[in-house]
């Protein structure tokens, strides 16, 4: 079992910038990739970023490249993700999930919600236009 707690969200304007970070506990020796997913109101929920355990592989949402930066420390047990430029359509619920590392690499399992395993309870983010 692995725990994950989101924290740094909240309300900002449009072109501001927040950092989330995703804590875990638990199992935390397994070795896992990470999702940064994001669900507003009446949309699904989609993928924004992620990364494996190494960190040498990232993925980034189209909406969100050259804005967003996902990145870990392992040895904190923590992920992040700096958002910058922030855009009133960037107004969700934010939830970091764990992935196995060799499904990071497959295309249609990275972006897929079913395929991760673990989810945090989510950090809201709101940006005023």
């Known amino acids: 079992q692995v725990q994950l707690v989101e924290s740094g969200g909240g309300l900002v304007q449009a072109g501001g910038s927040l950092r989330l970070s995703c804590t875990a506990s638990?199992?935390?020796?397994?070795?896992?990739?990470i999702g940064w997913f994001r669900q507003a109101p009446g949309k699904e929920r989609e993928v924004v970023a992620a990364?494996?355990?190494?960190?040498?592989?990232?993925y980034y949402a189209d909406s969100v490249k050259g804005r967003f930066t996902i990145s870990r420390d392992n040895a904190k047990n923590t992920k992040y993700l700096q958002m910058n430029s922030l855009k009133p359509e960037d107004t969700a619920i934010y939830f970091c999930?764990?992935?196995?590392?060799?499904?990071?690499?497959?295309?249609?399992?990275?972006?897929?919600?079913?395929?991760?395993?673990?989810w945090g309870q989510g950090s809201q983010v709101t940006v005023s236009s």
């Open positions: 999930a764990t992935i196995r590392d060799y499904l990071l690499a497959r295309r249609n399992d990275r972006v897929e919600a079913d395929s991760y395993d673990y």
């Open positions: 990364i494996s355990w190494s960190g040498d592989i990232t």
């Open positions: 638990g199992r935390t020796s397994s070795f896992y990739a």
